[in-house]
């Protein structure tokens, strides 16, 4: 679809690929592709484009959120100070008690998309069982990854789950479009057995989808792996299934099943260590970084320097809201710098430029896209968002918009979303989906889920 070219000036332009640009504008063509990037007097506007003036605000490339469930938002606030290994085991009982239908899950979704364009993020990866998040990101105009879950812990059942899984992703890929498509995602250790670890990374590979793993998250996840024991296996036995050590760590164990040969998005990887992380790197995979989700569910602090050291691709993630409670990518980079310090005692890791990159740039490559977005240049998508540098919170700026935004602004000071020239959220906003249509179902599912745990 044709769009209007459009030019965007901003008190601050960020490229990322370049230094900020005080005073500076970025023209857009009818296909919703970058032309100009400079200061604002250099970059002419054509006759009949649209000017958009954002003012005190920063103008960046769109925020990418490499790992999240939209599937799941009805459960915000649900499932709160729980241990992990309990956690998940009530996050499923909840689901199944309240009986959730395919258009509960699309309230869900479709919400998920709301919050996050009222956020900046143009681009999000969706893990979840449903699918739900593809509809969703095709109506919102969103860009994304759809990882279609399977699960299936016992060996016998590998080839079933395997040809369920099929099934879906096909009835998937029929809709998929130039900005949004599918992959898959064995969910974790814990939920999948070796062998079907080993055919879906197969088909993956052979059917050239992504493919996303919980990996090295959990301490009950490292104990059913490295010696077969902990509250995971214990649950396991109950259900008849053997829980013989695997490997020295999850990374072994998927490197040893050949999983690490399909490059897959490893999400989570709190608990690595520097030879999980070699093969990591060896391997070409990318890592999913959920800071706030890990700090949550007190899994504790990815060793994200280290990833970065090793030249792992990073990038960042808010996981569930079920976890985390917020959708907010400028908070998920604050979280991860000082989480880092406090971590390494360090009051230069992770400097604010490094976070500007994980937010977006290096977001983009961990999903195979930084060609098309993730950073101002002419060529690329005009996947946008724009930061207010108006707030009581932010000033003064001391000429710095990249330290503001990474830790004085907030997600909720977004004023502009734009994915591929379209503007989808302005002016407190979303312009894609209807929000006061969607809410009402929306707070039916978590009156439903609320009522299966037993808080109404």
Request: aromatic share 4%; hydrophobic share 45%; glycine share 8%.
């Amino acid at each position: 679809m044709k769009l209007r070219p459009a030019r965007y000036a901003a008190r601050w332009v960020l490229p990322v690929t370049s230094p900020p640009i005080r005073d500076g504008a970025v023209l857009v063509d009818e296909a919703g592709r970058i032309v100009a990037v400079g200061p604002a007097a250099s970059v002419p506007v054509p006759q009949d484009a649209e000017r958009i003036e954002l003012g005190e605000a920063a103008l960046l490339p769109g925020l990418v959120n490499v790992h999240a469930h939209p599937e799941l938002t009805a459960l915000r606030g649900l499932l709160e100070d729980l241990p992990f290994h309990e956690w998940i085991p009530a996050l499923i009982r909840a689901k199944r008690e309240a009986r959730l239908s395919e258009e509960d899950h699309a309230a869900a979704a479709r919400w998920t998309m709301i919050e996050a364009l009222a956020a900046g993020i143009t681009t999000l990866a969706a893990t979840e069982d449903s699918g739900a998040a593809l509809d969703a990101l095709v109506e919102a105009g969103m860009r994304g990854v759809v990882y279609r879950e399977v699960f299936g812990p016992a060996p016998e059942q590998a080839e079933e789950s395997l040809a369920a899984l099929r099934a879906k992703v096909e009835a998937m890929r029929a809709r998929e479009t130039d900005r949004v498509r599918v992959g898959i995602s064995p969910h974790a250790p814990y939920s999948v057995s070796d062998r079907l670890f080993q055919m879906a990374a197969g088909y993956a590979r052979g059917e050239g989808l992504p493919i996303a793993i919980h990996a090295a998250e959990a301490e009950a996840e490292d104990l059913l792996v490295r010696d077969g024991e902990g509250p995971f296996a214990g649950g396991l036995r109950t259900r008849g299934i053997e829980t013989p050590p695997r490997a020295r760590s999850t990374i072994a164990l998927l490197d040893r099943l050949g999983v690490l040969e399909a490059r897959p998005l490893l999400i989570h990887c709190v608990r690595v260590d520097h030879e999980d992380i070699r093969r990591i790197a060896d391997h070409g995979a990318a890592v999913a970084h959920c800071p706030a989700a890990n700090a949550r569910l007190g899994h504790g602090i990815a060793p994200l320097v280290e990833l970065l050291e090793a030249g792992v691709t990073v990038g960042l993630g808010t996981d569930s809201v079920a976890s985390n409670n917020r959708l907010d990518i400028l908070e998920e980079a604050r979280l991860a710098q000082l989480f880092q310090r406090a971590r390494l005692r360090s009051a230069g890791a992770l400097p604010a430029d490094r976070l500007l990159r994980l937010a977006t740039l290096d977001g983009a490559r961990a999903l195979g896209l930084d060609s098309r977005i993730g950073s101002l240049e002419p060529g690329k998508d005009a996947d946008l968002c724009a930061v207010s540098l108006a707030g009581p919170h932010v000033v003064p700026l001391n000429d710095d918009p990249v330290t503001a935004i990474f830790h004085a602004a907030r997600g909720s000071d977004v004023v502009l979303t734009a994915v591929q020239g379209r503007v989808l959220y302005r002016d407190g906003r979303v312009l894609s989906l209807d929000a006061e249509r969607i809410r009402p179902r929306l707070e039916d599912v978590a009156e439903r889920l609320a009522r299966a745990r037993g808080r109404t």
